[in-house]
């Protein structure tokens, strides 16, 4: 077998995991020393470690079991065959941002690319459940950093994940999903063709292998991944007690920037994000303050709300200042503003063709920019 079977096949034994890998390794040297080491010495090895919860014998017997040279050249040559890219830690060309984060995955499975080592990365997460201001802000954001050549990474899960990795693909960028499934299951369904399109450009990405299933408990291990390749880590809506803040926390201890977006203290969905803000992540009100951090000496281009000045007339400006991300009626705007209806209507239809606002549904209108 050749050296990348080896680690495929160390990557995918029963049982053993980035921790139990990372001890052969000490020890035997690399797969291929795994692979030929003898039962006996499996066993001397187990016995190093204090606890059977370390290494155990069923796992010696997991190691014996899993030796089909046959098999593991099949395995091996079948993901290939499906255009799935497999790197182990023992390549050149695994992500050195995730070499050392504790824990580690020994291998991962990418369809479609990884970005550049060079290239500035931002993790986007946040609710599942999430307002029509979170996901406006999540592929505004999303959108002016990619447009800036900065990679959108996040979980490809619905809600907050599935707009930042629609906004980088609507300005043209470069976004990445870490799946907590095997790397050929788009989860959640409805996701495919944002799973399908993300790989033109960019990548999807798993430490488990194909056809492994998404249980519950891949989740919170992705996320490590998730803030292990990131510069820094963008929240936007959660819970006090979010599972976004498991990808801070581990951000944290990677040493991570952290930025949250605030939100009304009423709002259910803002708790996490205003305490992280009260914590000490930086407070996030429009694109330039994370770029000013990653891009050094960002100078910020006037953005289209200082032209707006010159381009609007004075109802279109009244009606353009009332308006937020957070989506108001119709009615709403007409109180606010004082504008007949007839008027108020004709200003928002010429917003909506000057590319100003949208109508997200039925009389119910955002900026479309801030």
């Given amino acids: 077998m050749i050296r990348k079977e080896y680690n495929y096949w160390l990557a995918n034994i029963k049982n053993i995991g980035s921790i139990k890998i990372e001890r052969l390794l000490q020890v035997f040297g690399n797969a291929e020393g795994v692979y030929h080491a003898s039962k006996e010495e499996l066993l001397k090895f187990q016995t190093m470690f204090l606890t059977a919860k370390q290494f155990s014998v069923a796992d010696v017997d997991s190691i014996m079991k899993s030796k089909s040279s046959e098999k593991i050249q099949h395995n091996y040559a079948k993901v290939g065959n499906d255009g799935i890219y497999f790197v182990s830690k023992e390549d050149n060309e695994y992500p050195s941002k995730l070499r050392n984060i504790y824990d580690a995955p020994f291998a991962l499975y990418i369809k479609g690319k990884l970005p550049q080592?060079?290239?500035?990365?931002?993790?986007?997460?946040?609710?599942?459940?999430?307002?029509?201001?979170?996901?406006?802000?999540?592929?505004?954001?999303?959108?002016?950093?990619?447009?800036?050549?900065?990679v959108i990474i996040s979980g490809l899960a619905r809600g907050i994940d599935s707009y930042a990795h629609m906004g980088a693909l609507y300005s043209g960028g470069v976004t990445l999903g870490v799946l907590g499934s095997g790397i050929?299951?788009?989860?959640?369904?409805?996701?495919?063709?944002?799973?399908?399109?993300?790989?033109?450009?960019?990548g999807i990405i798993s430490e488990y292998a194909p056809g492994i299933q998404p249980f519950a408990g891949n989740f919170p291990m992705r996320n490590r991944i998730i803030s292990g390749l990131s510069d820094g880590i963008l929240v936007i809506e959660a819970r006090e007690k979010s599972g976004s803040l498991i990808t801070v926390d581990m951000g944290l201890e990677q040493g991570k920037d952290i930025y949250a977006l605030p939100g009304k203290v009423t709002d259910r969905l803002s708790g996490g994000c205003n305490n992280l803000i009260k914590m000490g992540a930086k407070l996030v009100t429009a694109p330039k303050d994370i770029l000013e951090d990653l891009i050094p000496n960002y100078q910020q281009i006037p953005n289209d709300l200082k032209k707006n000045n010159k381009i609007l007339e004075t109802d279109g400006k009244i009606v353009y200042a009332c308006l937020s991300f957070e989506p108001k009626h119709i009615e709403e705007i007409a109180d606010k503003t004082g504008m007949p209806m007839d008027r108020l209507m004709e200003q928002l239809l010429l917003l909506e063709l000057s590319g100003f606002v949208v109508q997200i549904r039925k009389n119910y209108y955002i900026v479309k920019d801030i």
């Fill in 117 to 150: 080592e060079n290239h500035k990365i931002l993790a986007i997460v946040g609710a599942r459940d999430c307002s029509e201001y979170g996901k406006e802000m999540a592929k505004y954001i999303a959108a002016e950093m990619a447009r800036e050549g900065i």
């Fill in 184 to 202: 050929d299951i788009c989860y959640p369904r409805e996701n495919i063709n944002l799973y399908m399109e993300m790989q033109k450009e960019g």
